[in-house]
């Protein structure tokens, strides 16, 4: 298995345990996997999630708060759909999320 390979199974396995409620930025993930400069790589990463329904890729946002403007599964609307249905409030005005209130600790 390559690198990269091994790189999107360690991005996948940490996505998974992001519960519900909760949301992880790209370099959040990026550090819980060993490589706090590869934000980018995690995004792409979740652009080929090999199991959309059963990792919640859309649980991830940008450092601030905001939705993937091409979420891989439907756009923006589609990740603040998912991410309402699990009771976090997603801003009308420019689809960002209060990292405050919501942001995973990063804690399995």
Not at 5 to 29: C, H, M, S, W
Request: proline share 6%; charged share 20%; with cysteine.
């Amino acid at each position: 298995m390559s690198n990269i390979n091994d790189f999107y199974y360690k991005v996948y396995e940490i996505v998974l345990r992001i519960p519900k409620g909760k949301v992880a930025t790209y370099g959040q993930i990026a550090a819980l996997c060993g490589s706090p400069k590869a934000a980018r790589v995690v995004g792409t990463a979740l652009h080929h999630n090999p199991e959309p329904v059963k990792i919640p890729c859309h649980r991830v946002v940008n450092r601030f708060g905001g939705l993937a403007p091409d979420f891989a599964f439907g756009g923006k609307e589609a990740q603040k759909s998912l991410l309402e249905s699990e009771g976090i409030h997603v801003a009308e005005d420019d689809f960002t999320v209060n990292l405050a209130e919501y942001l995973w600790d990063g804690f399995f």
